[in-house]
């Protein structure tokens, strides 16, 4: 949305919002002034600051209640006002008739009117790709938008099957409340009496996670499943130090976690030590009783995905969270996988201390793209005073508490609250059986796909019953050591059969990890299965001999259109065998923007578009 604000607006579009925002602020403190108001600042931009000794409050109630404008109270005897392009003058006049202003303003003359300080006014060019500049009226925006829609592979065009991540659909009745003014027009900061439906939203899903999860308390407030990752290491120290631990800082982390499991808890102020795991895929409880015994005092946590990463229910999962505590370790149990337990299973009753869920996995909030996410914290009540707080939460529960090396986890009280609306709508649609019905569609689906690929790609980790959880690894290293065809070529002609891939080389180098999702219905699924079959074949054929190692429709793909009619065809297969390897391509193809670019080349050489710095000489 920021980005698309740029090329919509350009260069001088949002010089000419700056400019009127500045002549607006501007304006009002002219009639501050003229009120007699006392005007902090000489230059300013957008925000003006007033001096109203021991009466600051008084006058953000005076504005709110009389004109519902939200005046900052920065603190007892200074108010912060800003404004913006979508300020009115009514507005500005409104506030000046709060610090007793003139009754009668018939219009402002503002252009050109500023309290910018000449030296730190921008002078060179801004904003000089074309994109800045070619997109001006709506239409034009519309089709700009369209098309880079159409270079996309989302889910309105199949199946995104990325393991631990999952992607479900993001339902539109779930999506819809989100563009209402009532939620999207509020301010973080907005007092209680105004933000009472928001409260309630948030009192019912913290108590509906608290239920589904089995633990005491929640908090909404981390961001991202990495930032409740924190939050939730974080109460752990808290929870230590209360106790005299100080010195309990060792972070055991099996070595299938998810990344973001040991860089939260070097953030925490931990040392990470790593658990092995045996071939089956399981934590090594003979290494987890090791290092536990090794580390003793210092035990502070053991982090563990459930199911893990690896797709697999651990059978032991209540012997080493007990493990854990029998040497005095709290047990942060990673809940972005919920997905395979929602409603047949809770966190808290497997020995876990603290979890984090990811809201925009397993509660439908769309996540492509970098968010905004909602990973709560989830505690037992041991923990509870050490979760996230904030000293301007709506709610005073949340307001004071302990507050843990540095304060609140994210700057607003409720996080990304705006898209709370979303999986509030989830759980309340779906309801008690819907969600365990969910989840067994879910598990159901993966294991469907792992029974169908098994013969064809062997499923890395099963559990004691021969069965995965909510996704499933395929090991692509055999086909690669006997067709030389590499788990990127699977990946990269699975577009051309229109599918994103799935996650590819993790937690495991070669791998493939496939998670369907209660998203996907049997047709879907069939088309994957197939597509992935009719690969192996391709595989086959390549080891053969029917076609070249280094010409061939898996290494040279994807294919873009360009590609397939440019110039002479010369490869050992025919155009058709490339573009629609399935017949139902026909009727409809995602035809991929661009073919392999060097690969991981790209993620390790930063490739600058722009001019080069001798340019700016
Ligand atoms: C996605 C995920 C995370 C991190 O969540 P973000 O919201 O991306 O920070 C942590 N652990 C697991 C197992 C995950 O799948």
């Known amino acids: ?144 938008l369209k098309s880079l829609a159409d270079r996309d592979y989302a889910l309105d065009r199949g199946m995104i099957p990325l393991g631990s991540c999952t992607m479900k659909l993001n339902a539109a009745t779930e999506m819809a409340a989100i563009t209402w003014p009532e939620f999207a027009g509020i301010h973080p900061f907005a007092p209680a009496s105004d933000v009472q439906g928001y409260l309630e939203l948030v009192d019912q899903l913290e108590g509906w996670l608290a239920e589904v999860t089995g633990y005491d308390a929640v908090s909404l407030q981390p961001n991202a499943g990495s930032q409740g990752e924190l939050a939730g290491l974080l109460a752990i120290r808290g929870y230590h130090h209360a106790n005299g631990d100080a010195n309990r800082t060792v972070c055991l982390i099996p070595s299938s976690a998810h990344g973001t499991n040991a860089a939260s808890a070097v953030l925490a102020g931990m040392k990470v030590v790593v658990v092995a795991t045996d071939e089956l895929g399981n934590v090594d409880l003979g290494d987890l009783r090791a290092k536990i015994a090794q580390h003793d005092d210092e035990l502070a946590a053991l982090m563990i995905t459930y199911p893990s990463t690896h797709g697999v229910y651990e059978q032991d999962v209540v012997e080493i969270t007990t493990a854990v505590h029998e040497a005095g370790g709290q047990v942060y149990v990673d809940g972005a996988n919920l997905n395979a337990l929602l409603g047949y299973a809770r966190f808290g009753d497997l020995g876990g201390d603290v979890s984090h869920l990811n809201l925009h996995k397993t509660f439908a909030i769309p996540h492509g793209g970098g968010g905004p996410g909602i990973g709560p914290v989830a505690a037992k009540a041991h923990l509870a005073p050490f979760l996230p707080s904030h000293p301007l939460a709506q709610r005073a529960e949340h307001a004071g508490g302990f507050v843990f090396e540095g304060g609140p986890i994210s700057g607003a009280p409720y996080g990304s609250a705006g898209v709370l609306p979303i999986s509030w709508a989830y759980v309340r649609m779906m309801g008690a059986d819907g969600l365990r019905r969910a989840t067994a569609a879910a598990v159901l689906s993966a294991n469907y796909i792992a029974a169908r690929l098994g013969e064809h790609y062997p499923v890395l980790y099963t559990g004691e019953n021969g069965r995965v959880a909510h996704e499933c690894i395929l090991d692509l290293r055999p086909l690669k050591e006997a067709t030389g065809i590499s788990v990127d070529d699977v990946a990269k002609r699975l577009i051309d059969f229109g599918f994103h891939a799935p996650t590819m080389s993790f937690p495991v180098a070669g791998t493939l990890m496939v998670e369907p999702t209660e998203s996907e219905d049997i047709g879907e699924i069939e088309r994957f299965i197939e597509a992935m079959i009719m690969i192996k074949a391709e595989a086959d054929a390549v080891a053969a001999g029917r076609w070249d190692v280094a010409d061939n429709p898996l290494v040279n793909a994807p294919h873009t259109a360009v590609s397939l009619i440019a110039g002479e065809w010369t490869h050992p297969y025919t155009r058709e065998e490339a573009a629609y390897p399935v017949h139902s391509l026909v009727a409809g193809k995602y035809w991929p923007p661009v073919r392999r670019i060097d690969q991981a080349y790209g993620d390790r050489n930063l490739v600058c578009a722009c001019p080069p710095v001798e340019a700016f000489a």
């Open 1 to 144: 949305m920021a980005s698309m604000y740029a090329v919509y607006h350009g260069p001088d579009g949002l010089r000419a919002i700056a400019a009127e925002t500045a002549a607006k602020a501007a304006l009002l403190r002219d009639w501050l002034v003229d009120a007699g108001a006392e005007v902090v600042h000489e230059a300013f931009f957008d925000t003006i600051r007033v001096r109203v000794p021991g009466r600051a409050a008084e006058y953000a109630a005076q504005a709110h209640d009389g004109y519902g404008i939200l005046l900052h109270v920065a603190d007892a005897d200074t108010v912060g006002i800003s404004v913006d392009e979508s300020t009115t003058v009514g507005e500005l006049h409104q506030v000046a008739m709060v610090f007793n202003g003139k009754q009668e303003r018939a219009f402002a003359v503002m252009g050109g009117r500023n309290a910018l300080p000449d030296g730190l006014l921008r002078q060179d060019e801004y904003l000089t790709h074309p994109v800045f500049h070619a997109h001006r009226s709506e239409t034009a925006m519309m089709r700009y």
